[in-house]
């Protein structure tokens, strides 16, 4: 879709993946495209059940939309944490073979409290967010840190002056630094741990 144009026609695609936003899912006042896109989401998801993933802020879009509710964290999360993957997840399905403890880039200050439990399963969590992976039947999949990350990626996120602020005060005095240092270092570790999911969900959705 353009920019602040229409949302594409359902038929003409196979997938959805929605990606992260400094955006709230609560705000639609602020931002009222909110209020259509939620209502795509939910009609791709439950109605259709055609494939989906979210990161971020499309993560939270599909815990709304499954029912759940999405608040305000009492503390924000904010640059490379460990993420605690359950032990039976990581034998099959989408979290075949990740690392049971991997430290993931976080950037979040919002996170799905709670979900139904009708067809959902929740298959990752942190020290400060219980609810990081999810997946809904086996055709909706969802994180809420950062795979798609990249040196790049940070670099672009921090020419947003509102992200760099939050960035600066979760990470303190050369945080930022020690951030990028992290990735340089543990590039390789990251990247094959992204594509362990991109390829799991491929596998997981495709399936006849």
Not at 56 to 85: M, R, Y
Not at 153 to 161: G, K, N, V
Not at 174 to 200: E, H, M, P, Q, W
Request: aromatic share 10%; hydrophobic share 40%.
């Amino acid at each position: 879709m353009s920019r602040n144009g229409p949302l594409p026609t359902c038929e003409n695609f196979d997938a959805l993946w929605v990606m992260g936003g400094h955006m709230n899912v609560w705000e639609e006042t602020k931002y009222p495209w909110l209020i259509q896109e939620k209502s795509f989401i939910k009609n791709w998801v439950l109605n259709l059940k055609k494939p989906f993933f979210g990161i971020c802020l499309g993560h939270q879009l599909l815990g709304e939309a499954l029912g759940g509710t999405v608040e305000k964290a009492k503390t924000p999360e904010i640059g490379f944490k460990n993420l605690s993957v359950d032990k039976n997840a990581i034998k099959e399905g989408f979290l075949r073979g990740f690392p049971t403890h991997q430290s993931v880039l976080q950037g979040h200050s919002a996170e799905i409290t709670n979900l139904p439990a009708n067809g959902v399963s929740v298959l990752a969590s942190s020290k400060l967010c219980s609810i990081q992976v999810i997946q809904y039947l086996n055709h909706a999949f969802s994180v809420q840190f950062h795979p798609e990350a990249i040196e790049n990626t940070l670099r672009d996120w921090l020419s947003i002056p509102q992200i760099k602020k939050d960035f600066d005060k979760a990470l303190g005095k050369s945080g930022i630094d020690k951030l990028k240092s992290f990735y340089k270092k543990n590039g390789i570790t990251l990247k094959r741990a992204a594509k362990v999911l991109y390829k799991n969900w491929i596998s997981e959705t495709t399936r006849t």
